[in-house]
């Protein structure tokens, strides 16, 4: 009995450990890309046609997938956002502090992945959780 004991308390602080790592997060920390269009809601003068602007965002998820770019570096290049300048840093950010399909979109995300095309007022992004 005393050896099944530790095995017990193994198991347990297992369980408690995996049930805390699945409970939604408060706060989470992403990197976005974001490609505008002429007429979307970001400040700038932008060129692009809305249908323009969603090619662009598929080559550049296409690029970051087939291993060309790294998210970071993508985000360096080619996002029209100011956070290009930190590789697409948002930082951390909880609920209630972006435009609702953005926060649905990183909220969702597992760590470690990247989200298909996201559109907001704003454009459209793609969207790496850190955190």
């Given amino acids: 009995m005393t050896k099944l004991l530790p095995s017990f308390i193994l198991l ?14 408060n706060v989470i920390t992403v990197r976005h890309i974001l ?7 970001a400040r700038g003068n932008f060129t692009m046609t809305k249908p ?5 965002i598929t080559e550049i998820n ?16 080619f996002s029209e956002c100011p956070s290009s300048l930190d590789g697409g840093n948002l930082g ?21 992945m990247m989200s298909g095309i996201v559109e907001t007022q704003f454009g459209y ?3 790496y ?3």
Avoid at 35 to 41: F, L
């Fill in 129 to 131: 959780r850190e955190k």
């Fill in 35 to 41: 490609i505008c269009y002429n007429g979307c809601a």
């Fill in 12 to 25: 347990l602080a297992l369980f408690s450990a995996s049930a805390i790592a699945q409970e939604p997060a």
């Fill in 92 to 112: 951390e950010f909880g609920r209630g502090q972006m435009v609702p399909p953005f926060e649905d979109a990183a909220f969702a995300l597992p760590v470690g």
């Fill in 52 to 56: 323009e602007a969603f090619l662009r």
């Fill in 125 to 127: 992004h793609l969207i």
């Fill in 62 to 77: 296409d690029m970051i997938r087939d291993g060309d770019y790294t998210f970071a570096q993508a985000a360096t290049e």
